[in-house]
């Protein structure tokens, strides 16, 4: 499977932005998709990963609350909803997929996709 993610950008602090992961394979919804990110000089990090069926959500801490994923099988993408950004919200945000698990070690992931940067200012 092959993933794109898009929709990041520059925003204030408190505003919000949507990304969107599309990934292109038939065997999409078979599929658990999580976003990281990872921010200048850090190590990636687990932001939130859904199961190929969206019955099960899981969130790091730090954006439980105000982020919340999504996915639509039948168009083949997964969404990020950020909302009330902080400026320690920036970095570049990648999607992953998985058939095996939600794993919050980013080792774990087989597909990535290239990335797509958020700037929080504030």
């Known amino acids: 499977v092959q993933l794109q993610a898009s929709g990041g950008g520059l925003v204030q602090a408190g505003g919000s932005l949507r990304l969107s992961c599309a990934a292109s394979?038939?065997?999409?919804?078979?599929?658990?998709v999580g976003w990281f990110r990872q921010a200048p000089g850090k190590e990636r990090e687990f932001v939130t990963a859904?199961?190929?069926?969206?019955?099960?959500?899981y969130y790091a801490d730090s954006v439980k609350g105000r982020f919340t994923i999504s996915r639509d099988n039948a168009r083949k993408t997964v969404y990020l909803q950020m909302n009330r950004l902080k400026p320690e919200d920036t970095a570049v945000y990648y999607c992953?997929?998985?058939?095996?698990?939600?794993?919050?070690?980013?080792?774990?992931?087989?597909?990535w996709g290239q990335g797509t940067l958020v700037t929080v200012s504030s």
């Open positions: 859904i199961s190929w069926s969206g019955g099960s959500i």
């Open positions: 394979g038939r065997t999409f919804s078979s599929y658990a």
């Open positions: 992953a997929a998985d058939r095996t698990g939600t794993s919050r070690n980013h080792t774990l992931w087989d597909y």
